[in-house]
C-alpha cells in the first residue's frame, strides 16, 4: 500500500541521507515502513537520466534509486505512469503547477489519495497536500 509519493528530489535525498530532505518528510519515510511503501513515479527516473546528464546529481544517483525500488525490502515503490496518471494531470493546475515532471507526480499522488512529499514552494502553495 503506498501511503505518500515522493517527488524526484525528496527520493534523491532520503535515498542519499542528504540533510537537505525536509525533517516531517524524513519522519514520515522512516515511519512508513510499518504503514505501506513511498511512491515513486516513472517520470523521477526519467528526470533522474537528465540531471545525472547535466552533471546535477551523481552518476550513480539512477542506478542506485532504481536498485532501492527493486530491493523487497525498501520503502520505495514503483508508480507507472499510465493512462490513469495522465487523465489526473487536467484536475492539477498548470498554473499552480507548471513543470511537466512536477504535475505528473502531483497527478500520481492525488490519483491514489496521499500526500506528496516535496519541498518545493509551488506545489506546496497548491492545493496538493504536501509534507515536509
Same mark, same amino acid.
Given at each position: 500500500m503506498i501511503v505518500a509519493v515522493a517527488?524526484?528530489?525528496a527520493a534523491i535525498w532520503h535515498l542519499f541521507s542528504d540533510p537537505r530532505l525536509g525533517k516531517a518528510a524524513s519522519a514520515?519515510?522512516?515511519?512508513? $515502513?510499518?504503514?505501506g511503501d513511498i511512491g515513486i513515479s516513472a517520470i523521477s527516473l526519467a528526470e533522474m537520466v537528465y540531471l545525472v546528464e547535466k552533471a546535477r546529481i551523481p552518476a550513480n544517483a539512477l542506478n542506485d @534509486?532504481?536498485?532501492?525500488?527493486?530491493d523487497p525490502k =525498501?520503502? @520505495?515503490q514503483h508508480m507507472p505512469l499510465d493512462e490513469a496518471v495522465a487523465m489526473k494531470m487536467t484536475e492539477v =493546475?498548470?498554473?499552480? $503547477?507548471?513543470? @511537466?515532471?512536477?504535475?505528473?507526480i502531483a497527478a500520481t499522488a492525488q490519483l491514489h489519495g496521499v500526500p506528496l512529499l516535496s519541498r518545493d514552494g509551488r506545489i506546496r502553495s497548491s492545493t496538493i497536500a504536501t509534507i515536509w
Open positions: 517527488d524526484t528530489h514520515f519515510i522512516d515511519g512508513a $515502513i510499518a504503514r @534509486l532504481h536498485a532501492a525500488i527493486a =525498501s520503502v @520505495l =493546475s498548470r498554473q499552480d $503547477i507548471p513543470d @511537466l515532471p512536477d504535475r505528473v
